[in-house]
């Protein structure tokens, strides 16, 4: 078990970057960037999205919210993974792929897994004073409206294009806008340390997807670890990974 007191308390939770395009990226800077994920906030004129929601061990709906403002916000949910969906549950206002619902709506076998991720090694600080990591537990919750490839978010000003990624997950989501040349590829592609995550479930699916991906024009990755990526590094990652596949 850990300890209250044998870490500080991080205060504030989330740390906030400015990254070209009008994009935030919302950090939980007291977690290994491994066993947490990246949460990118999109602002249009007439909505804000939330790709990713992180771990859920601080509500993220409320931090969003504040940002947003007068603006009403959505939440992605790229894959059901604790590390990418676990915050996901607190916004009014949810999308998933169909094929990823029942697991968010039911996330015991992720549960199961949680804390060979989420442990004492990978937590740097508590979100508060008598935290303790092995009660976390992601919380089930339905969409509010499922998205599937193709399907077009417009957020006022910009919009944004679903694809369907599979290959971790059966629903997996990555997005694509097309006149700033952004993709976020959530869990699907990030350059860093894979450890028990690699290779991934659907090695076929896995590879079909990235090579989609890496046929796009793309000007700047926003990945689901480890912060942005340049598109060069990108292609290069994704060649590595389709021949150690191969292999």
């Not at 968010?104 to 090694?121: I, K, M, Q, T, V």
């Not at 089930?140 to 490839?149: E, I, L, N, R, S």
């Not at 670890?225 to 598109?231: F, K, Q, R, S, T």
Request: glycine share 10%.
């Amino acid at each position: 078990m850990t300890e209250p007191g044998a870490m500080p308390i991080a205060e504030p939770w989330y740390a906030i970057d400015a990254h070209p395009g009008g994009v935030l990226r919302l950090r939980e800077h007291a977690i290994d960037p491994f066993a947490v994920g990246d949460i990118w906030l999109v602002r249009g004129r007439e909505r804000l999205l939330a790709v990713d929601t992180g771990s859920g061990i601080v509500p993220l709906a409320p931090r969003v919210a504040a940002i947003a403002g007068a603006l009403p916000v959505t939440a992605l949910a790229c894959n059901p993974y604790f590390d990418h969906a676990g915050g996901w549950g607190g916004f009014a206002e949810r999308l998933c792929h169909p094929l990823d619902a029942p697991a968010l709506a039911d996330p015991r076998a992720e549960n199961a897994s949680l804390a060979a991720y989420l442990n004492a090694g990978t937590l740097r600080a508590l979100p508060r004073a008598g935290f303790c990591v092995e009660r976390h537990a992601m919380r089930p919750a339905t969409p509010t409206g499922t998205v599937t490839d193709g399907a077009r978010l417009d957020l006022g000003g910009r919009v944004l294009e679903v694809l369907h990624v599979p290959g971790r997950s059966p629903g997996g989501l990555a997005l694509w806008e097309e006149a700033s040349g952004s993709l976020f590829t959530s869990d699907m592609l990030y350059d860093g340390a894979h450890g028990a995550a690699w290779p991934p479930d659907d090695p076929a699916a896995y590879s079909e997807s990235v090579r989609r991906m890496r046929a796009l024009p793309v000007v700047q990755v926003f990945p689901g670890h480890y912060g942005p990526m340049e598109p060069a590094r990108m292609r290069e990652v994704i060649d590595a990974q389709l021949a150690d596949l191969a292999a």
